[in-house]
């Protein structure tokens, strides 16, 4: 099981080297495998990483964010047995009395959006993982955590595909005292010679 | 198989019944296991049905769009042991020289936006599945077909979990000579009583 959980995160790690582009900015597109195109075989190895560490959580909700988080949130979900819910994202800021919402600030784009689950979806009887494709200053995350604060419901730990360990998302994570599973963790991102470094590389 | 297939559409429609909610308007809300909370084993099951269904077609590779329709559309893929791929949707109407895009009109918002693909995540080599969670006037597939259609690749089949049958988009998929396979064909919303017929009861 080691052996196999070495195997998908440096599958996934080569994917990113391989396939990932480095734009200047620390952006790094991997629409060719997780982003608009997914690789599903990878998905499924990245689902069952989680699933074999996350196992006696007794999780019975996985939470992602739209769009992205989607695709490798309902692998997830479903190699738990357990739904998937993912939370909407509102460019406007109406208040709906039936959600639990909170505001997030995207750093990429410059602006507030509004996060929301209806909160016949999410309560005090869950224990959630929450799953998502990326990691960076963490403000999604975040937003994620308070959402579950709201629903009174337990997050018992998070999954991340990549985690860009140089913009400190993980301290949102860790000031909640949530256990965080990062599958590929990069050190630095250089867009003028498109080179990824990885943490321990 | 055909047993299997029958009870699918069963559990779907018993499904939308228990646990959907018809509005004013012709809208059917499934956020309870299709459109926010995704139940993953039924999902499963969908996935199966289309993948014995299209089984011959030699799919290289799954076509859904954002958001909602990603957790159907990956399940399939997978199922395909093929990628997935989604479109997105831009509500500027900015040309992105290196995509393959078409504008498509909401009726429910009553506005356009932008579908998207690269252009190197789809090319004439390519033998599409297009899935999506529901089927009404046909305006998103019709989207996905023109992409498709830029591309040079082959729509070799559309799976649909909710068909609006009295909303007529299926004549869209018709038109282009394409198999449709609808899991559940809705004939009447009547939202005043929060009721829903379906094709054939």
New interface residues.
Partial sequence: LLQEAWTTVEALKRKIRDEGRVLPGNILLV???LN??????L??KMADHWYLHFLEKDVTKVLTI??SG??V???V??RF??????A?KYASMNVTPDAHEVDVFSYTKQTTYRVS??K??LGPEDKVLIIDDFLARGNALKGLLELCGQAGAKVVGVGIAIEKAFQGGRRVVEDYGVEIVSLASIAELDGDRGIVRFVGD
């Fill in positions: 629409d060719q495998f608009q195109q997914v690789d599903t075989a998905l499924r739209e769009a989607i695709a949130g309902v692998m979900a479903s047995g357990v739904p998937l819910l993912f909407k689950v209806s016949r979806l």
